[in-house]
């Protein structure tokens, strides 16, 4: 391979491209991606489905999907669904049907009750506590358990009973025969199978024992012949135990490799913190447009081409990093900037009537849906006599630069004509409730012959055709880019208590009256919003906020 090509390979293109050059398996590729059903998937789910699936195809190769279903106690056929759901949303197709871990459990208890009969694995009765304290420590050598060289008949023997539930639950453990001196923890005679009376969401009652994630994984990736095993960084110490099982068991030989996996400033990315977050209600659901969640995002109306993207944009590396959230919504924004129309929308609005205009007269105007798509074609907005317009759009004591509507002001309302403010009202509170204005019917956008100058554009919907919508704006769900990080602290104690604003009788054009949950717009001069598709109703309109206008990322970027 030259230095040249090789330069625009990542390191996974790089093994896999000498793979292919060696001959290896007959040059056929074949990945996984083995979620684990007790939770739904989030953003950093998505870089590693990109990873295994994008990788496949590239070299012309499948991707299996296989649910690591080794712990009965917390899954449920509900997360199976959901993550199915996701995958395909994201784009991908996985290799013939779904597969499951406990597809194999009669096949890796063979291979366990192989390593017991030839003295490679042994049955420890003593407590979990007993033997973590044996283990010894990163400095210390580990101590053998007195159970370690109990004959083979007796462990035979024992390892059947748990099979068949003769034992109770935590009263003894199957573990490998490898190093007690080893410097890596994860050698010194780990646990492969454990004893737990759950039923399980596919094997029912079958089964009273069940495998350890270290000894299912890479048999299970054997079983299906998995050319590469590409699995997040903090697996790299499992992988001398994943070789060391395959190479005892003289099985298929697959081999894991590990890439740096994602991590998001200003978000949570355990599972176990994120089920406690939808737990304790601190969240409307696994799917709550402020989860990092893949139903999360794709609810709050994050496209699977601007995940997608987001992931190549991330790439892939060897070398644990933060990425700033800053790029995902940066990667939402480009997109939706090329395929959503624009609308206009009044979030906060206050009435302006236009005293020259004719009464009852309604005016059509023609829009532009799209910039950016000539294919988007245009819509009709009408234009009346009263208007609304944002609160903070007009300003009575207005500083020089404010270049919306003040006293004696010109605004030029977005797609109509110049107004300018003759005269306004307000309430006992000095809070002003209605503006006058006058509007020059020679000043027509695209038609403009009035002279006036005017710097500021503000968006509008006439009154008598407004469509009464729910909006909610959601932020950042964390306050400290790090809400993880301080050990001292829970990471509860971080969250944003505006992560959340539902702003209720905001007024839009009529051309939302046809939306439908899930549809996607710019509301202009405000930022890029969805239809919820949990809370619209046929009676409600209700919009998420997927992302604002503002760019963060490229003026860090500019820095």
Known sequence: MSEEKEKGLNFIEQI??????????EGRILTRFPPEPNGYLHIGHAKAICVNFETAKKYGGKTNLRFDDTNPEKEDTKYVDAIKADIKWLGFEWNGEERYTSDYFDTLF???LKLVKEGKAYVDEQSAEIISEQKGTHTEEGKNSPFRDRPIEENVTRFEEMRDGKHPEGSMVLRAKVDMSSPNMHLR????????????????????????????????????????????????????????????????PSKQREFARLNLNYTIMSKRKLLRLVEDNVVDGWDDPR?????????????????????TKVGIARRENVIDVALLEFSVKEHLNKITPRVMCVLDPIKVIITNYPEGETEDLTLINNPEDEDAGSRIVPFSKEIYIERNDFMIDAPKKFF???PEGFVRLKGAYIIQADSHLTDENGEVTEIHCTYFPDSKSGEDTSGIKCKGVVHWVSTHHAVDVEVR????????????GDKEKDFMEFLNPESLTILENCKAEPHLKSAEPGDKF????????????????SDKLVFNRTVTLRDSWAKMQKK
């Not at 896999?16 to 398996?25: A, C, M, P, R, T």
């Not at 704006?473 to 993880?484: A, H, I």
């Not at 710019?522 to 109703?537: H, N």
């Open 473 to 484: 704006q959601y932020d950042r769900l964390f306050s400290d880019e790090s809400p993880d």
């Open 16 to 25: 896999i491209e000498k793979d292919l050059s060696e001959g290896l398996h």
């Open 404 to 406: 919306r509507l003040k």
């Open 110 to 112: 063979d291979y366990a």
């Open 189 to 252: 005679d780990p646990f492969i199978y454990r004893i737990k009376h759950e039923t399980h969401h596919r094997s029912g009652d079958k089964w009273c024992i069940y495998p350890m994630y270290d000894f299912a994984h890479g048999q299970s990736d054997s079983i299906e012949g998995i050319t590469h095993s590409f699995c997040s960084l903090e697996f790299e110490v499992h992988r001398p135990l994943y070789n060391w099982l395959i190479e005892e068991l003289e099985i298929f």
């Open 522 to 537: 710019q509301f202009q001069r405000l930022g890029y919003f969805c239809v919820d598709t949990k809370y619209t109703t």
């Open 291 to 311: 989860m990092p969640t893949i139903s999360g995002l794709r609810r709050r109306g994050y496209t699977s081409d601007s995940i997608r993207n987001f992931c």
